[in-house]
């Protein structure tokens, strides 16, 4: 039996539900969708699996530089077939390929421009997730690409290293378009993670892991019939586009860049044997402390790396273990938490290299402070609502000013699972109920698990971008969620200035009462303006 994972601070909150009619609505379609999504039952696939399949590494996109000085990437959207079972072709799509996409690798301070073309028959867009970039660039619901077009966003990357990822955010499409294959890593590079001693040479020592659950037909087609309250649950896992996938580790410390690119599933990643690992870094970049475990639990869209050392010869498998969810137990058994499931075995050589005794001093890390803060704002996920409120592509909800340090407060009011994602923006987790964050999330992030009762309170600080017409969003990130509108919009704007009209993907026309009618913030302090 594996050792026990982390014990979570859990703290019941007062749900908050308006009495309007809105509310009631929702909620009900909310409980409804929760008797209806039975789930998958258990799923246990340990001990099942024969890894045959080397692990596939999305290639490093080709880029080049331009007369400007930009790096420049090229990605193409397009369909094609996989085989993930040897001659069974499976419908998909990917990036520059049938899968999936390269990863693209860029330096903190470079001028970068991709090139988006859309070579499917549909329309789509490409989130850079993680990045902080004007809103214009972000690739939102707003930003689409239609078939045959050619979108090429520009932006300056200013942040630190980190594992980012892409992926397509079409309004009440995503989860089918990322279902289908499109995603890939943007990994983030800087001379404060280039000093320190890690692995770093990828493909080799240095791992992306993007773990995605897939159920198939007879025929070998993807399909997502089988649903709980989070969304489809699949049967099997790809690792990186790799069915029952081994990995031949040549080193004696493997940094392994952990993504759940699963529409829905969570996981809690561990290793076979109950050994720990070392957590270096969260979905925005380097923890100030290497900070040894024994299981890392992400929700969809979060972000981890970790060292695992092995010793000669030896083989030990990822695996997944049941994910505390904090729901009841036959919520967690619908929801895919009381699966345990191989993801991946890792294969040590005879002789492994060495790179010598890794850094666990690692990125020095400012706290940001909440007597810094203007304004808090609340949200609370409810159904498929934030605050009572569908999303709506001609609404924005919130407006913040450039450059401020602000506190969002955010609980699920469900006894089901949500999670949270901000746009462009890395935050800072500053309590979990009535505690201090654990170690896994004391680093820079940008997705959260909600767990249900449970009050998160984080902090962060805007970039200078402003645009009072063009949004950024928020949401939870279980995708079939955000596409049933589990959504909302805010704008960054320069001091003083009021929320635009914002674009939207479908030329609709806007009604006047429906213009930035979000609530605003609670000011903390005059003294705080900006």
């Known amino acids: 039996m594996l050792p026990s994972r982390f014990v979570r601070p859990r703290r019941r909150v007062a749900t908050l539900i308006s009495g309007g009619l809105i509310g009631a609505?929702?909620?009900a379609v909310g409980l409804t969708a929760c008797s209806t999504d039975t789930g998958a039952g258990v799923i246990d696939?340990?001990?099942?699996?024969?890894?045959?399949?080397?692990?596939?590494?999305?290639p490093l996109a080709e880029s080049t530089v331009n007369a400007d000085g930009e790096r420049v990437f090229d990605l193409t959207a397009e369909s094609g077939t996989t085989e993930f079972t040897s001659g069974v072709d499976t419908d998909t799509w990917g990036y520059n390929g049938s899968y999936l996409g390269p990863t693209l690798v860029a330096a903190r301070g470079e001028d970068v421009r991709i090139n988006v073309a859309n070579d499917l028959r549909e329309a789509t867009t490409v989130h850079w997730h993680g990045m902080s970039l004007p809103a214009e660039m972000d690739g939102g619901p707003h930003q689409m690409v239609e078939p045959g077009a050619t979108w090429s966003p520009n932006f300056t990357i200013d942040q630190p290293a980190a594992t980012l990822w892409y992926h397509p955010h079409p309004d009440g499409k995503t989860e089918h378009q990322v279902e289908m294959g499109l995603a890939g890593l943007f990994l983030v590079q800087d001379d404060e993670e280039a000093a320190l001693t890690l692995p770093r040479t990828y493909g080799v020592d240095d791992i992306p892991v993007v773990v995605q659950d897939r159920r198939f037909d007879d025929d070998g087609q993807f399909v997502t019939d089988v649903r709980g309250y989070i969304g489809p649950i699949g049967d099997q896992l790809l690792v990186n586009g790799t069915l029952a996938p081994y990995l031949d580790v040549t080193s004696e410390v493997v940094r392994l860049r952990l993504v759940n690119g699963s529409t829905s599933r969570m996981y809690d990643f561990g290793l076979s044997d109950g050994r720990s690992f070392d957590l270096i870094a969260t979905d925005g970049g380097l923890l100030a402390e290497a900070a040894p475990m024994d299981g890392i639990r992400l929700s969809p869209g979060e972000r981890a790396e970790i060292l695992v050392q092995v010793t000669p010869g030896e083989t030990v498998n990822l695996q997944s273990t049941p994910p505390d969810l904090g729901t009841s137990a036959s919520a967690a058994t619908r929801n895919a938490g009381d699966d345990t499931l191989d993801v991946l075995e890792l294969r040590a050589a005879a002789t492994l290299s060495s790179?010598?005794?890794?850094?666990?001093?690692?990125?020095?890390?400012?706290?940001?402070?909440?007597?810094?803060?203007s304004a808090d704002r609340s949200f609370t996920l409810n159904g498929y609502t934030i605050n009572n409120k569908l999303m709506d592509m001609t609404r924005i909800d919130e407006t913040v000013e450039a450059g401020a340090t602000e506190v969002w407060t955010v609980d699920n009011a469900m006894p089901l699972p949500h999670n949270?994602?901000?746009?462009?923006?890395?935050?800072?987790?500053l309590r979990v109920g009535t505690e201090p964050p654990p170690a896994e999330l004391s680093g820079w992030k940008d997705t959260i698990y909600l767990e249900p009762g449970v009050r998160y309170e984080l902090i962060m600080q805007f970039a200078e971008y402003t645009d009072p017409d063009f949004p950024y969003m928020f949401h939870c990130h279980m995708l079939a969620h955000e596409d049933a509108g589990m959504m909302g919009q805010f704008v960054v704007v320069k001091p003083g200035e009021q929320a635009g009209t914002p674009p939207t993907a479908h030329d609709a026309r806007v009604p006047q009462s429906?213009?930035?009618?979000?609530?605003g913030p609670r000011v903390l302090s005059p003294a705080h303006g900006h």
């Not at 790179?355 to 803060?373: F, N, Q, V, Y």
């Open 25 to 27: 609505v929702v909620l």
């Open 45 to 58: 696939t340990v001990g099942t699996i024969d890894f045959v399949n080397p692990l596939a590494i999305p």
């Open 355 to 373: 790179i010598g005794a890794p850094s666990t001093t690692l990125a020095a890390m400012e706290p940001l402070r909440k007597a810094d803060a």
């Open 420 to 429: 949270f994602h901000v746009h462009a923006v890395q935050f800072q987790v």
């Open 514 to 519: 429906n213009l930035a009618v979000g609530s």
